[in-house]
C-alpha cells in the first residue's frame, strides 16, 4: 500500500498527451484543451480608437477654442488627418483621426456655435486605445493547453477566429461489476443496489472533459468479467467500479492480471479509497479500478482520474483549483491513512472557514451534498487543530 503522493507520481509518469486533434467552430470549443499554439489573426483593437466620448485633438494646441470640423462614430472609417489647430467630436470606440493624439472627455468641453472651448492642457495619449494595445498581430493568443472559457471564445471572436484546433477527448469506458447491481431506470429488486456509482462518475468524466461510455454491469463471473473488460481496453481509457477489494467475488485484480494489465498501483493509504488500481495494458492503454461504493468511487476519481484526463488532453491545468481555508473545528483520526475530508465552506470576518461533514462515513452517500471543497488530513496525523491553516482543493 502506498501513499497517495506516490500513485500520483506514479500516474502522471505513465500517461502521455494524445497527439489527436480536432477542428471545431469557435463557439463549439468550450471546455475543449487548445491543440496547439494559436497566433493572433490581427491586432486588438484593430485601429486606434477613442476610450471616451469627447473631442479628438493634438494635445499641443490646447488650451485654446478651436473649430469642430467633424463628428466621428463608432463603425465610422476615418482615414483623414486632423487639421492643426482644429478639432473633432469624438464618441467612445470610434477611430482616432491622424495626427490626434489626445481625446478630452465632453465633460471638460464647453461647446458652443460649433467651437469648443478646451480649458486645460491634455497629455498626449490620453483617452486614446492604441492599435494592438491588447493583442498584437501574429502574437501567440492561446498557448497549447489553454483551457476554453467563454473568455477564450469572447476573445477568439473579437480577433475573428471562426474555428479552434482542439485536443481530441480520450473515450473512456465505464464498466460496473457486481450481481448486487441494477441499472437506474430499472424495477427496483429487494436486496439490490442501483448502479449509481456509473452515473455519477459519468459526469465526473465529462467534467474532466473525456467522452464517457458506458459498458454497463459485469456479473461476478471470472469468464463474463473478462469478456466485458476486454470489450473497454478498445477504448482510450478504461474505468471499473467495484471488485478490487478482498471479498470472495473480487475478480477484477485477477482478471487484469489474466489480460496483461500491468498494475502500477494496487491500493492507497487513504480513507476512503484504499481500494484503487490503476495499470496499464501493453499498448499503454490506462485502467483504473475504483471501488464499488460511490462516494469511495467519486473521491478517489478526483484525486487520481481527473488530473490523468487532463494529462492526456495536454492541459495546462492539470488539477482542480487549490486554496487556503482554516478549520473551524477540531479534526481527530487515526495515523497510517491520509482521511479525505469533505468539506463545506463560509466567509467569516474575511477569513474562508472549512467545516467537515458531520459523518465522513464512505457509507454516508449523503456526505458528498453541498460539499465544496476537499482537504487530506495528512497520513502521519491523528490531530488537526481548530484555526489550522489547511490547503483544500475546490470542486
Not at 150 to 155: K, T
Not at 164 to 186: C, I, K, R
Amino acid at each position: 500500500m502506498i501513499s497517495h503522493q506516490e500513485a500520483s507520481i506514479i500516474i502522471a509518469s505513465s500517461l502521455t498527451k494524445t497527439k489527436n486533434s480536432i477542428t471545431l467552430p469557435l463557439c463549439e470549443s468550450i471546455n475543449h484543451i487548445i491543440a496547439q499554439d494559436i497566433i493572433a489573426p490581427i491586432s486588438l483593437p484593430a485601429c486606434n480608437n477613442s476610450a471616451m466620448d469627447g473631442y479628438a485633438v493634438r494635445s499641443s494646441d490646447i488650451p485654446a477654442t478651436l473649430p469642430i470640423t467633424n463628428m466621428i462614430k463608432a463603425g465610422d472609417r476615418c482615414h483623414t488627418a486632423l487639421e492643426p489647430r482644429t478639432t473633432v467630436k469624438i464618441m467612445t470606440g470610434a477611430p482616432v483621426p491622424n495626427n490626434a493624439d489626445a481625446v478630452v472627455m465632453r465633460e471638460d468641453v464647453t461647446e458652443q456655435n460649433n467651437l469648443a472651448t478646451f480649458a486645460h492642457s491634455a497629455q498626449s495619449g490620453q483617452y486614446i486605445r492604441y492599435k494592438g494595445q491588447d493583442i498584437q498581430q501574429d502574437s501567440i493568443l492561446f498557448d497549447q493547453g489553454t483551457h476554453v472559457t467563454p473568455q477564450v471564445i469572447a476573445i477568439g471572436a473579437a480577433t475573428n477566429l471562426h474555428t479552434l484546433s482542439v485536443a481530441q477527448p480520450p473515450t473512456v469506458a465505464l464498466l460496473a461489476t457486481g450481481d448486487e447491481l441494477f441499472p437506474h431506470g430499472a424495477t427496483p429488486i429487494e436486496g439490490m443496489h442501483c448502479n449509481i456509482t456509473s452515473l455519477a462518475l459519468h459526469e465526473q468524466i465529462k467534467q474532466a472533459g473525456g467522452i464517457p461510455l458506458d459498458l454497463g454491469i459485469a456479473k461476478d463471473n471470472p469468464k463474463h468479467l473478462k469478456q466485458m473488460i476486454e470489450q473497454g481496453l478498445v477504448y482510450d481509457m478504461l474505468i471499473t467500479c467495484g471488485g478490487i477489494s478482498m471479498g470472495d467475488f473480487d475478480y477484477v485484480k485477477q482478471c487484469f492480471d489474466d489480460l496483461g494489465i500491468t498494475r502500477h498501483v494496487s491500493s492507497v493509504a487513504i480513507k476512503p479509497g484504499k481500494p484503487f488500481v490503476f495499470g496499464l495494458t501493453p499498448n499503454k492503454t490506462p485502467v483504473f479500478g475504483l471501488p464499488g461504493n460511490p462516494v469511495s468511487a467519486m473521491i478517489t476519481f478526483e484525486l487520481f482520474v481527473f488530473s490523468a484526463i487532463k494529462q492526456i488532453l495536454g492541459s495546462t491545468l492539470l488539477q482542480r483549483s487549490r486554496a487556503w481555508a482554516t478549520l473551524a473545528h477540531d479534526y481527530n483520526k487515526p495515523k497510517g491513512k491520509a482521511h479525505i475530508v469533505r468539506l463545506s465552506l463560509h466567509q467569516k470576518e474575511q477569513q474562508t472557514m472549512a467545516v467537515s461533514k458531520p459523518d465522513q462515513s464512505s457509507a454516508k452517500l449523503t456526505s458528498m451534498l453541498d460539499v465544496d471543497a476537499l482537504y487530506i488530513a495528512p497520513a502521519t496525523l491523528s490531530f488537526i487543530p481548530r484555526d489550522t491553516l489547511i490547503p483544500i482543493t475546490l470542486l
